[in-house]
């Protein structure tokens, strides 16, 4: 489990725009298209997720290529997770990349822009992520998130 307190987000490359989306029906026909193109279950995600309260921030490129989705909740919208939270919390349910785009640190911008968009200027920002998923905890990490906790997950 992995935590950003007190954020400080430094204004983002405008070179991409990030969008957020709260329900399926905001999302345009073409981003759902690229999203089901790229990975199915990106997809499966967006029909649980946002009944959940979950936001998905999706950052795209100049030329509109998928760039990074994001799902973000508000410490009041979980039910339950590894650790208490407040209500101003945030929590990041995940995050993807596609595959060509990987290498670009485009993560980062659309963190960056979707705290920026909620309004986040203090509290914490969590995330947690798999063990083995060493490119998402170096991510996380550069980004002066710490490791507050690990998880074991019976049967892996």
Known sequence: IFELTAPDFPPVNMRYTVRCYTN???????LVTA??????????QMQQR???KARLYVLTAEDGRLGCLMWV???SDVKRWMVPLDPAD???????????????RLWPHTMRAAFA????TG???LSDC??????????????????IATARIPGR
């Open 90 to 104: 945030r929590v990041i349910y995940g995050a993807y990349t596609p595959i060509k785009m990987r290498g670009r």
């Open 24 to 30: 399926l029906a905001e999302v345009p026909p073409a």
């Open 117 to 120: 968009m909620e309004g986040v």
């Open 35 to 44: 999203v089901r193109q790229e990975n199915e279950l990106l997809f499966t």
């Open 123 to 125: 509290g914490r920002v």
């Open 50 to 52: 946002f009944p959940e």
């Open 73 to 75: 909740k508000s410490g």
């Open 130 to 147: 798999d063990v083995f998923n060493q490119p998402s905890r170096n991510a996380l990490l550069r980004q002066g998130f710490r490791i």
